[in-house]
């Protein structure tokens, strides 16, 4: 692929959708695939081994005047050239996360973009049985998901704002921010009529109720 900043060529690799089964989803959407060994989610960040900038797919290709200049001193200027070209372990896929986690900063992409990789890395770090570090994360993507649902980021996107609405409350139910969660489980369940989200609704009652029963 070509990388969106420095425009160099290099390879990556993905899975291909055919080896990919998914048995289910947990409460923050996240894919439980039959095969653990196949996890697609390791791939979802590019990172350009010449100049050091990750990107995802949900990256624009817009530079806002001076950015490439701030990529340049604050990534290319510490990159030591390495290629995440190949099969990654987990911590290779929340390296890659993180380094696209920071260029999306640097960049100023929309907090959309950046709560769904700092969601992933949570995942990531999940499948490490380090609980600490995700639920750290989830913090971090709970907060970008709700300055994105201010900025109505979820516009023109794959994202509904149900959707939006839903990882904030089960991602502040998830850090223990109960009242955060109550809060925003209410305002989905309230937004039924309008919504095209069907069963994310279903899941925030679900969830609601199961927060309540718990006092």
């Known amino acids: 692929m070509d990388c969106l900043h420095c425009?160099?060529?290099f390879t990556t690799t993905k899975i291909r959708s055919r080896f990919v089964r998914v048995t289910k989803h947990e409460s923050d959407f996240k894919?439980?695939?039959t095969d653990?060994?196949?996890n697609p989610i390791l791939y979802n960040a590019a990172v350009c081994p010449s100049c050091g900038f990750a990107f995802t797919d949900d990256f624009s290709s817009y530079f806002a005047p001076g950015v490439k200049d701030e990529i340049a001193n604050k990534i290319t200027s510490l990159w030591n050239g390495r290629s995440f070209g190949d099969e990654r372990s987990t911590d290779?896929?929340?390296?890659a996360y993180k380094l696209a986690l920071v260029s999306a900063t640097v960049k100023k992409e929309k907090p959309l973009t950046m709560a769904g990789i700092a969601l992933r890395i949570a995942w990531l770090?999940?499948?490490l049985k380090d609980f600490e570090s995700g639920k750290r994360?989830?913090?971090v993507s709970r907060n970008l998901y709700t300055e994105a649902y201010s900025n109505g980021d979820h516009a023109g996107t794959q994202m509904s704002e149900t959707r939006v609405l839903y990882l904030i409350a089960e991602l502040s139910h998830q850090?223990?921010?109960k009242e955060e969660a109550i809060r925003n489980f209410s305002r989905v369940i309230e937004s039924q009529?309008?919504?095209?989200?069907p069963q994310v609704i279903q899941m925030a009652k679900e969830r609601w109720q199961e927060i309540r029963e718990q006092g």
């Open 137 to 139: 994360f989830r913090a």
């Open 175 to 177: 850090v223990g921010d």
């Open 125 to 127: 770090y999940d499948d």
């Open 36 to 38: 653990p060994s196949i």
């Open 193 to 197: 009529r309008t919504s095209t989200d």
């Open 92 to 95: 290779e896929g929340i390296e």
């Open 31 to 33: 894919p439980i695939y």
């Open 7 to 9: 425009k160099e060529k």
